[in-house]
């Protein structure tokens, strides 16, 4: 059975202590490789490297580290096929999402800011004819990245490029449950002719591996995409060791249709929103609200959607639903499903397991695409993150109660509104209390704009001109002018 590697000074190499961990391929419920179950050696080791190998990293010129990055970018578009059945069997989503998805945007990723850093632009201010300041902006040193397993190599690129495109080195660990992709990964940085050190993977679990490396005193920068109750955990550790740190969180994110929407956009957009990766998207539309108007005959057509997305082998090329990622997610979802019940929702769709796909996938984690109406506006299925195919409908009377509704709710993501009028659409839009409002539309993504949340779901901003500042450090230095 494959042992996954992991990836310190340029070699793969076995956990220290020689312990693995099961890796399961979801749509079989069966353990299909081995994880190393890393620990503080290991992450002193990879720490080591990276700190060794800063230097010449952080002083190589920009088009030199661009060029690098892009041959990775290169090299994952050239192994893509194999990435996506990777990332297919390891999480569990469908083959055809993982290719169109997942693996074209850890391309993206890295060609984005690979090209970023040819055209950075640096602030100078001019104290009349007495002196003139500039800054200058520096890579802090080795950054800490940990990375979740929605979208394990999406996300994992999505903090590592940034990193390593303005000069940082890297210590990565990914999620032990979706570990696969981040090993090919390293294989690929290896056939790049990324220097030793530079980028360094460490798979184990988080409590283990993931909280030595938050710990580590020689690793200054933390970027953390995962869940909220664990985002406090690494903010604890990090904050009085005076660390910088992004952390990327949950959401419960509200999806906006009123009356006068363009139901053909809206309506397979709201199926999209609430299904999409099995719901496994902390930007997903858990909470639909429809204008009450047109609430009733959406819901019919919404249903009448949702029925059509097949629920299938994830290998299979026509399978729009996949399996959950693991048997403890199946495990949190059901029981929100029963807790909806038990709240006095009233299941429309689904609720639980299909029936059994094939012979393959019978012990699979497969959840019903599920839709529940009824739900009060406070209840816990409408304020906690549940994080499978699970979406809440109800209707709305006018603007100012869907906005009450939209922020009732200790997340802060992202929202979707669905309108016409486009008056109306920036007036919504401005008093949702989220990171990113989607108009018409949902994950549309612009690499270049602010991406983060508020209230739970996180602290700082990745993408674009965020992304180049939060892993440098400016410092300014005055010069005296000699007539002074
Ligand atoms: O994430 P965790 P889990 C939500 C979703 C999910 C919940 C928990 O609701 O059900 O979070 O998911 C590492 N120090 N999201 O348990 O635990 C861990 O090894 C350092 C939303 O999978 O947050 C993994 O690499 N690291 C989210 C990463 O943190 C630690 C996507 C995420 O694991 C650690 C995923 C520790 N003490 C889940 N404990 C999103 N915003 O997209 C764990 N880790």
């Known amino acids: 059975m494959l042992e996954i590697k992991n990836y310190i000074n340029g070699e793969l190499v076995g956990p220290a202590e020689g312990r693995y961990l099961d890796n399961f391929d979801p749509a079989t419920g069966q353990v299909y490789s081995k994880v190393p179950d890393s620990g503080g050696v290991d992450v002193e080791r990879a720490v080591d490297a990276a700190g060794h190998a800063f230097s010449a990293w952080s002083r190589m010129s920009t088009a030199k580290r661009s060029d690098i990055l892009l041959k990775i970018a290169d090299l994952i578009e050239a192994n893509a096929d194999r990435l996506a059945r990777a990332e297919c069997i390891d999480n569990g989503k469908p083959l055809s999402l993982a290719r169109s998805l997942d693996i074209p945007r850890a391309a993206t990723n890295f060609r984005f800011f690979a090209t970023r850093i040819l055209h950075s632009q640096s602030e100078s201010h001019a104290m009349d004819y007495s002196a003139i300041n500039y800054t200058l902006r520096r890579p802090r040193?080795?950054?800490?990245?940990?990375?979740?397993?929605?979208?394990?190599?999406?996300?994992?690129?999505?903090?590592v490029a940034p990193a390593l495109a303005t000069g940082n080195t890297v210590v990565g660990k990914p999620s032990e449950v979706t570990p696969m992709t981040a090993?090919?990964?390293?294989?690929?940085?290896?056939?790049?002719?990324?220097?030793?050190?530079?980028?360094?993977?460490?798979?184990?679990?988080?409590?283990?591996?993931?909280?030595?490396?938050?710990?580590?005193?020689?690793?200054?920068?933390?970027s953390f995409t995962g869940g909220t109750k664990t985002g406090g955990t690494i903010a604890k550790t990090a904050g009085p060791l005076f660390k910088k740190y992004s952390l990327e969180l949950g959401g419960k994110n509200p999806n906006v249709v009123f009356a006068d929407a363009d139901l053909d956009k809206a309506l397979p957009g709201s199926v999209r929103a609430s299904f999409a990766n099995q719901g496994q998207v902390c930007l997903c539309g858990s909470r639909l609200f429809v204008e009450a108007p047109i609430y009733d005959s959406f819901v019919e057509r919404f249903l009448d959607a949702s029925k059509k997305l097949r629920v299938g082998?994830?290998?299979?090329?026509?399978?729009?639903?996949?399996?959950?990622?693991?048997?403890?997610?199946?495990?949190?979802?059901?029981?929100?499903?029963?807790?909806?019940?038990?709240?006095?929702g009233e299941i429309l769709l689904g609720g639980g397991p299909p029936a059994p796909i094939s012979d393959r996938c019978k012990e699979g984690y497969f959840f019903y695409p599920t839709v529940i109406a009824g739900l009060?506006?406070?209840?816990?299925?409408?304020?906690?993150?549940?994080?499978?195919?699970?979406?809440?409908?109800?209707?709305?009377?006018?603007?100012?109660?869907?906005?009450e509704y939209a922020n009732a709710t200790d997340y802060g993501l992202a929202a979707s509104v669905w309108t016409k009028d486009i008056d109306r659409a920036h007036r919504v839009?401005?008093?949702?209390?989220?990171?990113?409002?989607?108009?018409?539309?949902?994950?549309?993504?612009?690499?270049?704009?602010?991406?983060?949340?508020?209230?739970?779901?996180?602290?700082?901003?990745?993408?674009?001109?965020?992304?180049?500042r939060f892993f440098t450090e400016p410092k300014n230095v005055c010069v005296a002018l000699r007539d002074a």
């Open 429 to 468: 839009s401005e008093r949702i209390n989220c990171g990113t409002v989607w108009v018409n539309c949902w994950m549309l993504r612009d690499l270049r704009v602010p991406f983060g949340g508020m209230k739970q779901s996180g602290v700082g901003r990745e993408g674009g001109e965020e992304a180049m």
């Open 141 to 159: 040193g080795v950054a800490g990245i940990i990375s979740p397993w929605n979208l394990p190599l999406y996300l994992f690129t999505w903090k």
């Open 313 to 344: 082998d994830p290998l299979e090329p026509d399978t729009d639903q996949g399996s959950l990622v693991s048997k403890a997610q199946f495990e949190k979802v059901s029981y929100y499903v029963d807790l909806a019940k038990e709240e006095g």
């Open 183 to 222: 090993f090919l990964f390293s294989e690929l940085c290896i056939e790049a002719g990324l220097p030793p050190g530079v980028l360094n993977v460490v798979h184990g679990a988080g409590a283990k591996a993931g909280q030595a490396l938050v710990e580590h005193p020689a690793v200054p920068t933390i």
């Open 376 to 403: 009060g506006m406070n209840c816990r299925v409408n304020r906690e993150e549940i994080f499978g195919p699970v979406v809440a409908i109800m209707p709305f009377k006018n603007e100012d109660e869907v906005i």
